[in-house]
C-alpha cells in the first residue's frame, strides 16, 4: 500500500544544534516533495519544495534533501532557536491529478 | 494584506445539524481546497475546486458539501450525513492546480461535536 510517514515521537533538540526531521515514502514515485510549518491550532505554512533531480535545497537555515533511491527526504535546521518548534509537515505529489499526500507531522521542540 | 480567512475559529454542532464553515482569500488564486486535519493523520482533501463554478471530491467527500459561486469563495457544509465530523478544518488555495503548485492556508476551524 503507499504510505508516507514521518517520525511521530517529538524531536526534543538543544538550541543552537542541528535538527533533522524524516519524510519516507512507499510506493509512490513523486516528482515534488514539500516541506510546511504548522504552529498548534494555525495553518501549515509553505516552507521549502524540492524536485526528483534536485539532491538538496536551501533556504536559510533550512535544507531539504531528496533520495528517490532511499524513499526519504531529510529537513535540516542548523543553528535551531526556540522560535524554530513547532509542528513540520511532509507533502509529496502524488499519482493523480496533482494532489498532494501529507505525512502526519513531526513535532519540533528546541529548548533553551 | 493579501491571504486566506476562515470563519468561525470555533464551531460547535448539535447532532442532526448542518453546518456552514467560510473560506475567503483574496490572493486571486484559481484553486481552492478543504482539507480535514485529525491528531496522528496527515491532512486529508475534502474537496477542491480548480476553477470557479467546477469543484472535484477528494478522498473523503462524504457528508460534505462546496460550492463556488466566487472566485474568492470557498464554504463547505458539514452536513448531518458526516458521522465524525469533529476536527480540524483548514482551507488552502494555489495559484492553479499543478506539480509544483505551494498551498496557502487559513488559520483552520475547529470544529465540535456536542
Known amino acids: 500500500s503507499q504510505k508516507i510517514e514521518q517520525n511521530s515521537e517529538a524531536l526534543n533538540i538543544q538550541e543552537g544544534k542541528t535538527a533533522t526531521l524524516t519524510c519516507n515514502y512507499t510506493?509512490?514515485?513523486?516528482?515534488?516533495l514539500q516541506w510546511y510549518r504548522q504552529d498548534p491550532g494555525r495553518g501549515p505554512v509553505f516552507l521549502l519544495l524540492i524536485r526528483e533531480n534536485e539532491k538538496e535545497k536551501r533556504k536559510e537555515r533550512l535544507k531539504v534533501t531528496f533520495d528517490t533511491t532511499l524513499k526519504q527526504s531529510l529537513f535540516h535546521i542548523t543553528a535551531s532557536q526556540p522560535a524554530d518548534s513547532a509542528t513540520y509537515l511532509c507533502?509529496?505529489?502524488?499519482?493523480?491529478?496533482?494532489?498532494?499526500?501529507w505525512g502526519a507531522g513531526t513535532k519540533l521542540i528546541i529548548k533553551p | 494584506d493579501g491571504g486566506i480567512t476562515q470563519s468561525p475559529k470555533y464551531l460547535f454542532r448539535k447532532e442532526g445539524q448542518n453546518v456552514t464553515l467560510s473560506c475567503e482569500q483574496n490572493?486571486?488564486?484559481?484553486?481552492m481546497y478543504w482539507y480535514r486535519q485529525d491528531p496522528g493523520q496527515g491532512l486529508r482533501l475534502i474537496y477542491y475546486s480548480q476553477i470557479v463554478n467546477d469543484f472535484q471530491k477528494g478522498d473523503i467527500a462524504e457528508g460534505y458539501s462546496v460550492s463556488r459561486e466566487k472566485k474568492e469563495s470557498f464554504p463547505l457544509t458539514v452536513t448531518s450525513a458526516q458521522k465524525n465530523p469533529t476536527a480540524f478544518y483548514l482551507c488552502?488555495?494555489?495559484?492553479?492546480?499543478?506539480?509544483?503548485?505551494?498551498?496557502?492556508f487559513g488559520p483552520g476551524t475547529r470544529l465540535t461535536v456536542l
Open positions: 510506493n509512490y514515485s513523486p516528482a515534488y
Open positions: 490572493l486571486n488564486h484559481d484553486a
Open positions: 507533502a509529496l505529489l502524488g499519482d493523480s491529478n496533482y494532489q498532494l499526500i
Open positions: 488552502a488555495s494555489s495559484i492553479e492546480r499543478g506539480p509544483t503548485d505551494t498551498q496557502y
